[in-house]
């Protein structure tokens, strides 16, 4: 099975940014369509961004437009989620997740392997 470890999470201000990383153990990273979500306290796990194998093509939660950029770096077996402009309502156990489908689902059902999760929390 596929190994992803997420690193980049802290505690920051509004309107600061973070750069979330998530680091597969996977030979063959680039066949895998990676997506970010994320869990706030007593809420349900929600999509954030996801990015194509090849990195050509991305899709965003309304939430996270024009302010996070997903990308990945195959060479690196490494998918990045850059955060600009970070919010309190930002703050939330970020999960990378990774699927072998290749289509951009937005949904957690197609993901078949998940990190354990970097902590970001955002005050006022």
């Known amino acids: 099975q596929v190994q992803l470890r997420e690193f980049g999470g802290g505690s920051v201000r509004a309107g600061d940014s973070l750069r979330l990383s998530c680091v597969a153990s996977e030979q063959f990273f680039s066949i895998n369509t990676m997506g970010w979500f994320r869990q706030a306290p007593g809420k349900q796990r929600d999509f954030v961004a996801v990015?194509?194998?090849?990195?050509?093509?991305?899709n965003y939660a309304d939430s996270a437009k024009g302010r996070f950029t997903i990308s990945r770096d195959n060479a690196k077996n490494t998918v990045y989620l850059q955060m600009n402009g970070l919010k309190p309502e930002d703050t939330a156990v970020y999960y990378c997740a990774a699927s072998r489908d290749i289509v951009l689902h937005t949904t957690e059902g197609t993901y078949n392997y998940w990190g354990q999760g970097t902590q970001v929390t955002v005050s006022s």
């Open positions: 990015i194509s194998r090849s990195g050509t093509a991305t």
